[in-house]
């Protein structure tokens, strides 16, 4: 996954993507060929969701973000 990543930029795989994609804005980048998994489908993070944040540039986690995190 590292190789086919992009500089400055998060890059999951669509399991990670499973559990997080409430959470935050992403982009899907089609199916990408990962080392010794075959071709899987990935995806860039872009920002914390406005409903989670507690910035406007989506950095930082806001309360009920952080409550949802201590619950698991």
Not at 33 to 61: C, Q, V, W
Request: aromatic share 12%.
């Amino acid at each position: 996954m590292e190789s086919s990543g992009s500089p400055g930029k998060i890059n999951i795989s669509s399991t990670t993507f499973a559990i997080v994609k409430d959470f935050f804005e992403s982009e899907s980048r089609g199916k990408i060929a990962a080392k010794n998994k075959g071709e899987i489908e990935m995806y860039f993070i872009h920002r914390i969701r406005p409903d989670f944040s507690a910035d406007t540039a989506g950095i930082l986690p806001n309360e009920k973000f952080l409550s949802y995190l201590k619950s698991l």
